[in-house]
């Protein structure tokens, strides 16, 4: 079985990515880890050194790689990852199950506020611009996220019935 997860920044896919692999004893892994130890380095570095671009087309070709193994596994993607290069539709082709963890726009500010510094999109925002900027790059965004097969209304319930629900949406 392969399961990705999508979802804005702080939305808790690893954590629930996490969570669930290890319920249903396969293996996880993080789209963004993937890149850091194929490119030896950091997600920031990578931004501020290459760039955005060179970033989203690695992202996109090691999506490819990973999406192509025959083995099965749970996939936490980067919060752009369904929003370039036709990824979404690969990923809704060749996973089993596409879960988009959807959170509020204050339930998000409230987690991104505490770890703005190892993200680069967000980490030269000021807090209180913050809100501004996530409601509008969730709006960009929210037409990739909704094409997933499941939306998971995540505000106010804890990672073990998060991944209780999403066990009981598996066939
Ligand atoms: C990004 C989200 C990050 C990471 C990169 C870009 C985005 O992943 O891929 O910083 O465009 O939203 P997380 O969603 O795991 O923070």
Known sequence: MKIVFVGYMGSGKT???????KKLKISFLDLDEVIE?????????IFNGKGEIFFRK????????????KNNFILSTGGGTPCYSGNMDTMLELADYV???KISIPGLVKRLILEKEHRP????????????FIGKHLF???????KAN???????????????EIQGLLA
């Open 121 to 132: 999109l967000i980490k030269n925002i000021d807090d209180g611009d913050l809100p501004e």
């Open 15 to 21: 954590t629930i990515g996490k969570l669930l692999a």
């Open 37 to 45: 130890e194929r490119l030896e380095d950091s997600i920031s570095n």
């Open 99 to 101: 879960f988009y963890l």
């Open 140 to 146: 960009e965004r929210n037409n990739f996220y909704l």
């Open 58 to 69: 690695k992202e996109h070709e090691y999506l490819n790689d990973v999406l192509s193994q």
């Open 150 to 164: 499941h939306i998971i209304e995540c505000d106010n319930k804890d990672p073990e019935a998060l991944v209780s």
